[in-house]
């Protein structure tokens, strides 16, 4: 259960797997040797892998001639054999080059291979590396490597991360998937990038997938993918927890998944135009998932999940009334199409939502009244609302929200006044409500929120002259009144009492007068 707390849904772009977790599972043992340890073929098989690269930046420079190997730069031993267990060579300034020397099959006790981030423009992955029987770690990943995979990797059996992603691989004959299936062992396989050629090689990758039981992570993002399988054979998938799909094109058709969403508690990441299959929900330990979203799948988080983030996908549809029993903290589904009134009852735990950059509708008040019990009893940090086409007026319901620092309702269809009632938004550090149609003033209520450091108020109908009450807003390091019908002049006190302004924004009003002399006290005028 504690790693079902832990779960947040990430439905990434904005999450990508942690490839260094992977690495930490499996690291070689490190030891120190005395010169004269190491074992003379290997340290001999390391000089001519040296000789066959190119290393623009000098970083092999340990690797001499009469030195013990096992002191190395990225060099690695076996404490108690002297053997070589383990090469990273992977760091982000190496940029070796050239042909990788088949010398290396010399270090037959290998079981570490780190060769990503490094300049291996237009070569191929050398065949010889699945002779290395022992390799646990292999990581080749952002090294410029091009052309097909060798269907011979398919013999490191005792492989448990293989990190293949960011190169200019490809994959198009669905015969070229099955030595996936013999990497029985496998936890960790990172593929991004890879190009998969047709909607029969996507089936195959599945089904070769599907025969791997201990895998944990697979990332496939940006893999060219315009389908995915409804259906493959009963999973064998038990342990997986992350799967990243994102950043593809895929347009399945519609599928049933009723009945599966007890089962359903893994990691999915994707941009699909669809349903998900039905297939994934016999994988047991779902941590996250996104696309068109079926019941179940709301069924299953309304329980399980205490946050919930679906940010930056192109998922759409209207939200179900949730469950009275849901946990949920935080709820993020900014940037995807959901449509609708705003959702009801979110759970008398909330304290931070984002549903902005959709196509919410209606009015803000009910989804406050449905919610009120949560919004009056727990701090409450955020509430985004942005970019949505809600209407009505801002109700007055928001101001008593215990907590509040951020309120962003932006981009708009609100219209009426501001409500007087901001007396007690003594936490309020952020308002932001540009971007709509409110007229009337800035009420004198909003000098109770002391906090207050960004006031955004531009592009909307609001007159008469700027409050004198404002100036005990002395935090403010950002007041944009820009774009609305204020007149009077630019009042002295701007200067002077609001002394931490950085952007100060006034165009397009109606003022008169000079600007006073005071506003050059401010920081945005006196620092460089």
């Known amino acids: 259960m504690s790693v079902l707390l832990y779960a947040l849904l990430v439905f990434l772009f904005g999450r990508a797997l942690h490839r260094s977790d992977a690495a930490a599972l499996f690291v070689p043992k490190i030891t120190e040797h005395a010169a004269g340890n190491s074992i003379e073929s290997e340290r001999m098989a390391l000089l001519d892998f040296k000789k066959s690269i190119s290393d623009p930046n000098n970083r092999l420079s340990s690797w001499a001639m009469g030195q013990d190997c096992c002191s190395w730069e990225g060099v690695r031993c076996d404490n108690i054999t002297g053997n070589v267990i383990g090469l990273e060579l992977g760091e982000h300034d190496l940029q070796l080059k050239g042909e990788i020397s088949p010398s290396l099959l010399q270090l037959q006790h290998l079981n570490y291979l780190d060769l990503s981030h490094n300049y291996f423009y237009g070569t191929t992955i050398p065949s ?35 990190d293949l992603s960011e190169n200019v691989l490809f994959i198009s004959d669905p015969v070229d998937h099955e030595w996936l299936s013999h990497l029985t062992s496998l936890q960790h396989l990172y593929m991004s990038g890879v190009t998969f050629g047709s909607n029969s090689s996507s089936k195959s ?52 998944a009723t009945g599966i969403a007890k089962k359903h508690k893994q990691s999915f990441d994707a941009n699909l135009d669809g349903d998900i299959p039905d297939w994934m929900g016999d994988i047991k330990n779902l941590k996250g998932i996104s696309s068109s979203v079926p019941d179940w799948f709301w069924n299953l988080i309304s329980v399980n999940l205490t946050s919930l983030s679906m940010s930056e996908n192109q998922i759409e549809g209207m939200l179900p009334k949730f469950s009275t029993s849901i946990q949920w903290k935080t709820i993020d589904l900014s940037s995807n199409r959901f449509y609708g009134p705003l959702p009801g009852f979110l759970g008398s735990s909330i304290s931070s ?23 009056s009893r727990n701090p409450f940090s955020s509430v985004y609302l942005s970019m949505n086409k809600l209407n009505g007026t801002v109700p007055s319901s928001l101001c008593p929200i215990k907590g509040l620092q951020s309120l962003g309702i932006s981009d708009n269809n609100l219209s009426g006044e501001l409500p007087d009632c901001w007396w ?65 002049s630019i009042p002295i006190w701007v200067g002077e009492s609001l002394s931490r302004l950085v952007v100060l924004i006034l165009r397009s009003n109606t003022f008169i007068g000079h600007i006073p002399e005071e506003i050059s006290q401010l920081q945005i005028c006196t620092n460089p």
């Open 128 to 162: 010889f590396i699945s002779q290395l029987k022992e390799l646990r770690y292999l990581d080749l990943s952002y090294s410029y490597f091009s052309g097909p995979i060798p269907a011979s990797f398919g013999n490191l059996s005792n492989l448990l991360t293989l």
């Open 205 to 256: 990758l599945f089904l070769a997938l599907n025969k791997l039981p201990a895998i944990e992570e697979i990332g496939l993002s940006r893999c060219q993918f315009e389908s995915i399988p409804l259906s493959i054979p009963p999973s064998k998938l038990l342990n997986l927890e992350h799967l990243d799909l994102s950043n593809n094109h895929i347009r399945s058709s519609n599928s049933s």
């Open 353 to 375: 939502i984002n549903l902005s950059n959709n196509s919410f509708s209606g009015s803000i008040s009910h989804m406050i009244a449905e919610n009120m019990l949560a919004l």
């Open 424 to 488: 007690n938004s003594t936490k309020l550090s952020q308002l932001d409500l540009s971007n709509n149609k409110l007229t009337g003033g800035i009420p004198d209520s909003i000098s109770y929120a002391s906090q207050l450091m960004q006031l955004r108020l531009s592009h909307n109908k609001l007159s008469g002259e700027i409050p004198a009450s404002l100036k005990d807003c002395s935090q403010l390091d950002v007041l944009d009144l820009s774009y609305n019908n204020f007149t009077g």
